[in-house]
């Protein structure tokens, strides 16, 4: 429950009002006057509200970033900051609080930016200062009146006075007997509410006659501290060292006392407003107290030991190895703390070694857990501040590598495989952490799409892993996954069984992940029930091993056979792309089976976006098929041709046969509706494609398996060794018209958009945001933003007025 808001009813009234008219209030006046109070309460009576504390922050780069982290917004590659913070803002009844902005470089730009570019959110910041925009609207907090001279002892300055002095233990004040003292304290506080309540501490410890006036926070603060016991100011001082709130495990380690010793000296603490409990149970200290006890930090060794202390507890909880580790770790709940640990750790030689133990142990939780954003930034934080132990640094590196690569795009992780390969030379087992790293680059390959690349990486890792039993199975999974995408089933198959039969424990999620490849094959083939079974026996499995990430690929294999919903809420800001792209694709699959074709074309196109910009092939093709579909199911033959031949385009050039027959059905029906001679040859290669494999023709969402047509025979150059060609791919091709510049004049610079651009141009033209074509196209905003970021290309034009005013021109 937040402490009561003594005084200021008018000016949270006041907050109230200026938000609802202006959007956007600071809340501004001297430190330690009630400007985060007020903002906390301001806050919880909004139905959604994100708190940003911008005390350590420094330009407004930084409060974008920590505003995207707040409200679980993501970036895509390429995205803009400033643009994903509009996106994530925008048509949202979201109230942004900016707590403690007075040293942020062009945040009133900033803001006011935010007020202009979006509709409906609204901001919040506490300062010292104002920014002094346009839309900015300030309410000034001054002290709390304090009862002068020939007036009585009321009023919120003796409220709040009297309440600290009950909260803290203390007896009540005669007002009467002891009115010349208490006037002559509340004068020197001079309405300050920090300052009335350490006051208010001081005379329940010694008595009211026996406070000294004080005018200052610092003044106040440190006569508050000296009421204190040795212990409590051990623990006071070693509290200030945290930059993060911490739990009573951790202030035990710091203080060097047991967890008991450390909940007494808690209390004490906060009974004396010296620290805050947080509705979790952690303790935290305001930026001024905290200021004053770090000063207090600066003749002793209490800096060194609230360290030493930080790092014993990170080494006690974290697991005692670097393939250990679940999603369940109850340090993943103290973030914040473990990357204190770590960074403390990486800033001395002496302790480096250790940063980079505790960076590569933790790294197996977080990466189950599917916070890989958290995890390429410690790992790229402990690998810059200098080398660590050989043993470990290609690991490090590699683990890197891996998390960039989920965060930022599929090939991003590319050069910290470079360093895992420099670290390498000096392990002393350099051809098994080489294989290591070939297992790595395989897997990008793989999630770009690049089969042939990524076969090599395999073939070149199996010949340097020889006696390492781990990445052998490793290796030979990712084979697996590479055949059953080539649609090679009888090797994956046996294969498979090699990866899964007698597996470890700490080898559990790759006989996980092979158990799920086999379910695609059944799938593949047409035996769902059995598809069906292995999926739900490796997500329960997954979930009793706490494997989230296995766990919910497992689940989502589980809905695409199963027509069942998804099991657990799923949060797609903190999934990792390779994760969440393909939980998006079956949802917008499930939209489809409700014949809602609108919005998940919608959807599909978003990923398609998403795919291209991540490099995450086996995505794009996947989404652009479903694309097709929804787009044949809203009638919209021409734009769901485009669909078709992009995925046939992209399946042929990666090698997913099954994936090009699938197009090749779509482009079918399509030939058909048209009443094309040409119909029945499409769906001939894509049987072609199908039966060495027995493969079964996928059930279309919404629109069952294709409808047979009469045999016909197929080209002979368009299918080669069971794979499609391209020859065969510019033979269709032929088939249908280009969509581009349909409609337009030859000379006009509107025929080099597709007619998709065209709509979204028409509708810039119109005055439309992009959130509202958004919604009349049934598509998401960051799907507008590429559009329109194509259309600018190919005009050669830089805004949307330019735009209107070319679709004026050409009308």
Avoid at 62 to 79: C, R, S
Avoid at 307 to 327: H, I, K, Q
Avoid at 562 to 578: F, I, K, M, Q, T
Avoid at 611 to 618: F, K, N, Y
Wanted: hydrophobic share 45%; proline share 4%; aromatic share 4%.
């Amino acid at each position: 429950m937040l402490t009561p808001c003594v005084g200021r009813e008018d000016a949270l009234d006041r907050v109230r009002s200026l938000l609802l008219d202006g959007r956007w209030v600071t809340v501004t006046g001297a430190p330690g006057c009630g400007k985060t109070l007020l903002a906390r309460h301001a806050a919880e009576e909004h139905p959604r509200a994100v708190w940003v504390s911008a005390r350590s922050l420094r330009g407004a780069d930084a409060i974008v970033t920590a505003a995207l982290d707040a409200l679980g917004a993501d970036i895509a590659p390429g995205d803009p900051p400033f643009l994903a913070l509009k996106r994530a803002l925008d048509d949202q009844d979201v109230l942004l609080v900016l707590d403690g902005v007075d040293s942020v470089d062009g945040l009133g730009i900033l803001c006011d930016e935010l007020i202009d570019s979006t509709s409906t959110c609204r901001l919040l910041c506490t300062a010292s200062s104002v920014a002094g925009r346009p839309h900015e609207r300030v309410v000034r907090l001054g002290p709390l009146r304090v009862p002068q001279r020939g007036e009585g002892l009321e009023g919120p300055a003796v409220e709040l006075f009297l309440a600290r002095i009950a909260a803290a233990g203390g007896h009540p004040v005669d007002l009467r007997r002891d009115e010349r003292n208490v006037r002559r304290l509340l004068q020197a506080s001079g309405g300050l509410p920090l300052l009335i309540e350490h006051l208010g501490v001081q005379i329940a410890l010694v008595g009211v006659s026996d406070v000294t006036p004080t005018a200052s926070i610092d003044e106040a603060v440190h006569a508050s501290y000296a009421l204190l016991d040795d212990d409590q100011k051990r623990c006071f001082r070693r509290l200030a060292v945290m930059q993060h709130p911490v739990s009573l495990d951790v202030l035990a380690d710091i203080t060097g006392v047991t967890r008991a010793e450390a909940a007494q000296l808690a209390s004490a603490l906060a009974r004396r407003s010296l620290v805050e409990v947080h509705s979790d149970g952690r303790f935290d200290m305001l930026a001024p107290i905290r200021r004053h006890g770090v000063a207090l930090t600066v003749d002793g060794d209490d800096h060194e030991q609230a360290v030493a202390g930080l790092l014993r507890w990170a080494e006690r909880v974290t697991p005692s190895d670097g393939m250990s580790g679940a999603a369940d770790e109850s340090w993943l709940r103290e973030m914040g703390v473990m990357r204190q640990a770590i960074t403390a750790a990486a800033a001395e030689a002496r302790t480096r070694p250790l940063a980079y133990r505790l960076a590569n142990n933790i790294f197996s939780s977080l990466y189950t857990a599917m916070r890989a954003r958290e995890a390429v930034e410690i790992l790229e934080e402990v690998l810059a501040s200098g080398d660590g132990p050989a043993d470990i640094g290609s690991q490090l590196a590699r683990r890197a590598g891996i998390c960039a690569s989920e965060v930022r795009g599929t090939y991003e992780g590319m050069p910290l495989l470079e360093r895992a390969e420099q670290h390498a030379l000096t392990d002393p087992h350099p051809d098994r952490q080489r294989a290591r790293n070939a297992s790595i680059r395989a897997e990008m390959h793989l999630d770009a799409g690049a089969l042939d690349a990524a076969r090599e990486e395999v073939e070149a890792g199996l010949r340097l892993a020889v006696g390492d039993d781990y990445v052998l199975r490793q290796l030979r999974r990712t084979l697996v996954d590479i055949h059953v995408c080539r649609g090679e089933f009888d090797e994956a198959e046996a294969l498979a069984e090699a990866v899964m039969t007698d597996a470890p424990a700490e080898e559990q999620w790759m006989a996980l992940s092979a158990r799920m490849l086999m379910g695609v094959i059944a799938a593949e083939q047409g035996r769902t029930i059995e598809a069906a079974a292995i999926a739900r026996a490796a997500r329960d499995r997954a979930v009793d091993l706490a494997e989230d990430r296995i766990a919910l690929l497992a689940d989502t294999l589980y809905r695409a056979v199963s027509d069942s919903p998804r099991s657990a809420n799923v949060h797609y800001e903190w999934l990792p792309w390779g994760v969440r792209l393909g939980v998006q694709l079956q949802d917008a699959r499930d939209l489809m089976a409700a014949q809602d074709c609108r919005r998940a074309a919608g959807l599909a196109a978003d990923i398609i976006v998403l795919a291209d910009s991540i490099r995450l092939g086996r995505d794009g093709i996947e989404a652009r098929l479903l694309l097709g579909d929804a787009l044949t199911a809203c009638d919209e033959g021409a734009q769901a041709v485009a669909a078709y031949l992009g995925a046939l385009r992209q399946a042929t050039e990666c090698g997913f046969p099954l994936r090009a027959a699938d197009a090749l059905d779509g482009l079918d029906r399509a030939l058909a509706v048209e009443g094309s001679s040409a119909a029945g040859r499409c769906s001939a290669a894509a049987r072609a494609l199908r039966a060495p494999r027995r493969a079964v023709a996928r059930q279309r969402p919404g629109q069952g398996v294709p409808s047979s047509v009469p045999q016909r025979s197929v080209p002979a150059d368009w299918v080669s060794d069971g794979q499609f060609t391209d020859a065969g791919v510019a033979a269709v091709t032929t088939l249908f018209t280009s969509e581009s510049g349909a409609g337009e004049a030859a000379d006009s610079p509107l025929s080099l958009l597709t007619r998709t651009e065209r709509t979204v141009a028409s509708l810039v033209a119109q005055g439309l945001t992009n959130r509202q074509i958004a919604e009349q196209l049934f598509v998401s905003p960051r799907t507008v933003d590429a559009h329109l970021a194509h259309i600018f290309r190919k005009l050669d034009i830089s805004s949307r007025a330019r735009l209107a005013a070319l679709m004026v021109d050409h009308a």
